[in-house]
């Protein structure tokens, strides 16, 4: 190539360089919305995402891309980096109704060799709402999704209280909660299956182990639960919409009865005290009145935001805003309720990334908001000054042996003391130690086969190696 057109050529790149190198910039630093303090942490709030509708689900995938559904029957992809949203598929039968429509969805744990996308939503069947759970498989090289099957299907429902948030727990049933369908006693009637939460095997299959042989119910008398999930630890925690009084977290155990329509927020009234006594009566852990309508529940426990460690998040609707639940080492007391982020309407979804950041999906789209004109988004709260101060050097002569392990393996340290962490494919802590000495044994024993990432993080840097477990 002549000198004079290489000129020209770079002269006519060096804009579109320029350009790229701010778009760059934009997106590793949207624009602040706001700021608030958590002790001596100052979190950021900015938007990723405008122009949704109504978020009812947002979860870290392991492809390391949000994955959203919208109540009008959407699911995307949302790219964490620029909030360009990827849509996989809109459900062609969902029915959007008041509180029904398309509602929770989970990624299947080991989803690089089972590609299963879980969804539970409304539809009309003969002219009467129902509700069913579906299992997709999704196809990476289109980016949709494929081949539903009914795992469980014909669910009572109405317009109002139709839960539903999907939960896989580390043994990989599933849990799926079901709202009462405004017919409240129920939840008390172990044929029905409203107003419970269900354990499932992944094939839709009920589990030998459920605490009724033969039957799908894990808990009974709920009313509307549309929180759910299960801590590193094994605890499984709830949120529960009450009447106008009463909105609850619960933990959750197998066998359990949480009480409605008997029994509103704890075992306090005389009547009451009679019946939790009588039917294994589990109280809420922390309970509302007046009423906050509470969401979507997710736990945050990242050195990103200290103040945050070993706190569930809860998001609320009516009341708009996310709260912070801190839970004691026995899991079973929730001392102080703290609010955050009051300004953003009605908050309905909400997930952790591996980063230590919190997206949260708004809801003022969905008949009981007052929407700005960019809602409903999805918004990011992060420690800004964490996420540049933590840009570690990579740490090399990390060994992981043996890969595929089986009982245990071996994970070697170059570097003196050093936390280990064992992820699964979505991200979430399966096993996490200290390691003061060069070599450390991590056991494997109740770690179900799949793909894993083991993570060190030393003073000198932080290491990331992927490990099959068989
Ligand atoms: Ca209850
Ligand atoms: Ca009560």
């Keep these: 190539m002549h000198p004079k057109p290489l000129r020209a050529l770079k002269k006519a790149l060096l804009p579109l360089l320029l350009g790229g190198a701010a778009a760059l910039t934009a997106q590793a630093q949207a624009p602040a919305l706001s700021t608030f303090a958590v002790g001596p942490t100052t979190v950021t ?20 891309f949000l994955w959203m559904t919208e109540r009008y029957g959407r699911i995307s992809r949302v790219n964490p980096a620029t909030g360009a949203v990827l849509p996989v598929l809109t459900l062609p039968d969902v029915t959007e109704n008041n509180e029904s429509g398309l509602l929770g969805m989970v990624l299947h744990p080991n989803f690089a060799t089972s590609p299963y996308v879980y969804v539970v939503y409304n539809y ?10 579906v299992r997709y498989t999704y196809v990476a090289a289109t980016n949709s999704l494929t081949a539903p099957l009914v795992l469980l299907g014909n669910i009572v429902a109405t317009t109002n209280h139709s839960g539903s948030r999907l939960c896989i727990l580390a043994d990989r049933t599933l849990l799926m909660t079901t709202g009462d369908a405004l017919q409240a006693s129920e939840s008390q009637n172990r044929a029905s299956l409203n107003g419970k939460i269900l354990r499932l095997n992944l094939d839709g299959t009920i589990p030998a182990n459920n605490p009724t042989p033969g039957s799908r119910l894990y808990t009974l008398g709920h009313r509307n639960p549309q929180g759910l999930l299960q801590l590193p630890n094994g605890r499984i925690y709830s949120s529960e919409h009450g009447p106008s009084t009463n909105d609850e977290v619960n933990r959750i155990e197998p066998g359990r009865n949480y009480g409605w329509p008997n029994v509103e927020g704890y075992c306090d009234l005389p009547n009451e005290q009679v019946f939790c006594a009588a039917n294994n009566v589990r109280e809420p852990l922390t309970a509302w009145t007046p009423t906050i309508a509470p969401a979507g529940l997710t736990y945050y426990d990242h050195p990103a935001i200290p103040g945050w460690r070993g706190s569930l998040l809860l998001t609320a609707l009516g009341a708009r805003k996310l709260v912070q639940l801190p839970l004691d080492a026995t899991g079973n007391t929730i001392a102080t309720r703290t609010d955050f982020l009051a300004t953003y309407g009605r908050l309905r979804s909400v997930c952790v990334s591996p980063q230590g950041r919190v997206y949260v999906g708004t809801s003022n789209r969905d008949g009981r908001g007052t929407p700005a004109a960019t ?15 933590t840009r570690p050097a990579a740490l090399a002569g990390v060994e992981v042996w043996p890969n595929p392990a089986r009982k245990t393996v071996q994970v070697r340290l170059p570097a003196g003391p050093a936390t280990v962490v064992l992820r699964d494919a ?11 000495s060069q070599a450390v044994e991590l056991p494997l024993d109740g770690v179900l086969p799949g793909v894993y990432t083991v993570q060190v993080a030393a003073a000198s840097g ?6 099959v477990v068989e």
């Design 462 to 467: 932080t290491a990331t190696r992927q490990l």
């Design 426 to 436: 979505l991200g979430r802590v399966v096993r996490s130690l200290s390691a003061v």
């Design 124 to 133: 009309t069947d003969a002219g009467v709402l129902k509700e069913k759970l």
């Design 375 to 389: 809602d409903d988004r999805i918004l990011v709260l992060e420690n800004r000054a964490f996420v540049s101060a």
């Design 45 to 64: 709030v900015s938007a990723l995402t405008p122009n949704l509708d109504t978020v009812w689900e947002l979860l870290w995938g392991p492809d390391n």
